[in-house]
């Protein structure tokens, strides 16, 4: 869980109190962090991406969301979905019925996008973007 813990952090330190934010760092694909709304069971989601272009079309290169919940300890947020529109990739950790309410967990891809946003988030801090040379543009208050 503290693994969990440590990426609310992260994902509220970027967004600096903000619902979008645009963040850039020479070198690198910007990184957008936006709040996108609430799952059916009240769960804040936020997305975190990198954005390309191709035929002047945005695409995910990745978007990992994250639902965000509380726990005695705090706020924890678990990846739950994983999209990459350049190989036509979209998987969820969750299925969800028509009142919106979980039904049936994917394992093996929580474990798998859990791993790839440590070392997501490793990377961001390495090449800066939690840094004073990263450049912030709040994109919605």
């Known amino acids: ?3 969990y813990r440590d ?20 070198g690198y694909m910007p990184l ?7 799952d059916g069971e009240g769960h804040r989601l936020v997305s975190l991406c990198h ?10 290169d990745p ?8 726990s005695p300890y705090g706020p924890f ?8 529109d350049y190989l036509g990739l979209n998987q ?13 967990l994917d394992t093996k891809l929580k474990l798998h996008l859990r791993e790839l946003a440590r070392i997501w988030f490793a990377n961001l801090k390495e090449q800066g973007f939690f840094g004073d040379k ?3 543009t709040i994109l919605s208050p």
Do not use: C, K, W
């Open 1 to 3: 869980m503290n693994i």
């Open 7 to 26: 990426f609310a952090a992260d994902l509220n330190q970027l967004l600096h109190g903000h619902s979008a934010v645009r963040i850039t760092v020479n």
């Open 32 to 38: 957008s962090v936006e709040e996108i709304g609430i």
């Open 51 to 60: 954005y390309g272009e191709q035929n002047g079309d945005p695409m995910r």
């Open 63 to 70: 978007d990992i969301v994250f639902m965000f919940q509380n």
């Open 77 to 84: 947020a678990e990846p739950v979905s994983f999209r990459n």
């Open 92 to 104: 969820e950790v969750y299925r969800y019925d028509e009142h919106g309410t979980r039904t049936h």
């Open 134 to 136: 990263a450049v912030q």
